[in-house]
C-alpha cells in the first residue's frame, strides 16, 4: 500500500494528558483541517501517567485531512536537570563546571527513560548520548 501523501509535518510541546481545544493544540491542527478530538482524545489517553511532564508530539496530517502522531518524552537536559534538582547548566560548560555531578545510577535511569524514545534498544549508547549532553551542560558524570 502506498504511503498517503503528507501535507505537514508538526511538532509540538504539550503538557501530558492536558491537551486541549485551546491554542496551541487547536489553532495549530485546525489551520489543516483536521478533527481536533481525534488528537486531543487518544493524546491524553496515551499521555495520562506523564501528567506534569512536558511531551513532545510529532504529528503527521496526510492531504486526506487524517493523522498518526508518536510522543516523545522529555528533552534529555530536563530529565538531567530534573535529575540534579537545578534550575540550568553552566553557560560555559568547557570552563566552569557544575557542582553536582550525575551519578551512574542517574544516568541509567535517564538512559532507560530515554532509549524509549529512541530507535534503538542500546542502553549503553543511550547513555553515551546522556553523558555528553551532561558534559555539553558543564555537568560532570562520576565513574
Known sequence: MAEKPIRANLKMKIPGGRASAAPPVGSTLGQYGVNMMDFINPFNDMTKDMQGQTVTAHITVYTDRTMK???????????????LGIKKGSGKPNSEKLPQKLTQAQLQKIAEEKAHDMNTDDVEAVKKMVAGTARSMGVEVEG
Not at 508518536?70 to 530534573?82: H, S
Open 69 to 83: 502522531f508518536r510522543v516523545v518524552g522529555a528533552p534529555t537536559d530536563d530529565r538531567i536537570r530534573a535529575e
